[in-house]
């Protein structure tokens, strides 16, 4: 996987990961011959959707769905298509029941990241079938660039598992709502991120500085 097109990155492409991080990687991903997850052309879907003036709330995972056809460069975010849900969006999805009792009709969470939340994971690429396969390749550097572009202003951060924990270390508490939790994947969820409630919390919070509530349930279409 080659030729990442930088072109609609916005102010994001100002990062110095893009010309002092981002040529290692393309030459190590070129060098491994397995499936690339996802297409080159989604890789940096989550910035290109969300620009840094937009961004009110991060989402942040660990790494893109490894089954082919899942990940589209959004955080837990699949195709409408994609049946069954991956199962760390379905316990996204449960939690999100118990805590304001709705939820999304389809894997698609395209809408969150046009209202603001930016869905971002700590490693952007993935070898189909390798959970953490590219864990190693310096994709956390552009996590680092981005959190700290955002610390301009006070935002929301939902931090889902280790590696977005250790991510977001230097993300103030004081100043942005910071919910960190377990993983909801099988086989962490039950470990602190059912009953997290981040859906309504991240709304009181948005609603408190003055900003509009996320609408996390319902598509344009549907709403």
Request: with cysteine.
């Given at each position: 996987?080659?030729?990442?097109?930088?072109?609609?990155?916005?102010?994001?492409?100002?990062?110095?990961?893009?010309?002092?991080?981002?040529?290692?990687?393309?030459?190590?991903?070129?060098?491994?011959?397995?499936?690339?997850l996802?297409?080159?052309?989604?890789?940096?879907?989550?910035?290109?959707?969300t620009s840094?003036?937009?961004?009110?709330?991060?989402i942040?995972?660990?790494?893109?769905?490894?089954?082919?056809g899942?990940?589209?460069?959004?955080?837990?975010?699949?195709?409408?298509?994609?049946?069954?849900?991956?199962?760390?969006?379905?316990?996204?999805?449960?939690?999100?029941?118990?805590?304001?009792?709705?939820?999304?009709?389809?894997?698609?969470?395209?809408?969150?990241?046009?209202?603001?939340?930016?869905?971002?994971?700590?490693?952007?690429?993935?070898?189909?079938?390798?959970?953490?396969?590219?864990?190693?390749l310096?994709?956390?550097?552009?996590?680092?660039?981005?959190?700290?572009r955002l610390?301009?202003?006070?935002?929301?951060?939902l931090?889902?598992?280790?590696?977005?924990?250790?991510s977001?270390?230097?993300?103030?508490?004081?100043?942005?709502?910071?919910?960190?939790t377990?993983?909801?994947?099988?086989?962490?969820?039950?470990?602190?991120?059912?009953?997290?409630?981040?859906?309504?919390?991240?709304?009181?919070?948005?609603?408190?500085?003055?900003?509009?509530?996320?609408?996390?349930?319902?598509?344009?279409e549907?709403?």
């Open positions: 996987m080659t030729g990442f097109d930088l072109s609609r990155l916005g102010d994001w492409a100002h990062l110095p990961f893009f010309t002092e991080t981002l040529p290692d990687i393309e030459a190590a991903l070129a060098l491994d011959t397995r499936n690339t996802p297409p080159a052309t989604l890789v940096f879907a989550a910035l290109e959707r840094p003036d937009a961004t009110r709330v991060v942040l995972g660990q790494d893109p769905y490894p089954t082919p899942h990940a589209h460069g959004l955080a837990f975010s699949a195709d409408a298509g994609v049946t069954p849900l991956p199962r760390s969006l379905g316990n996204i999805y449960k939690e999100m029941e118990a805590d304001i009792g709705t939820r999304p009709a389809n894997a698609d969470l395209r809408f969150w990241a046009d209202q603001g939340v930016l869905l971002l994971n700590t490693c952007l690429t993935v070898p189909a079938g390798d959970a953490g396969g590219h864990a190693r310096g994709w956390q550097a552009l996590t680092i660039q981005v959190l700290d610390a301009d202003a006070p935002r929301a951060y931090l889902w598992g280790a590696a977005a924990h250790k977001a270390a230097d993300v103030d508490a004081d100043r942005n709502l910071k919910i960190m377990a993983h909801p994947s099988p086989l962490s969820a039950r470990r602190g991120f059912f009953g997290s409630r981040p859906f309504s919390r991240t709304n009181a919070w948005l609603q408190a500085q003055g900003h509009q509530a996320i609408n996390w349930a319902n598509t344009p549907t709403s």
